[in-house]
């Protein structure tokens, strides 16, 4: 949950002010979330952790949509 919820929290706090104010000045706006190779990899005894590192990526890329 740890690794979860601050993405998905800020996101949601922050996106839409974000969309507003860009449609408004006629700018894009970017939200950028960093998460570790662990998304890429399995490693053993860490699959919670790559689970919600690879969560972290495609939450992020799903918004570019």
Partial sequence: IVNLLPVTCL???FLPRM???GNQ???R????NVASAAAQSLLK???HYCATK???DLFTRSLQV
């Fill in 11 to 13: 996101t949601r706090l």
């Fill in 19 to 21: 969309l507003e104010r």
């Fill in 25 to 27: 000045l006629g700018k």
């Fill in 29 to 32: 706006s970017g939200i950028i």
């Fill in 45 to 47: 005894g860490s699959s």
């Fill in 54 to 56: 690879a969560f972290d």
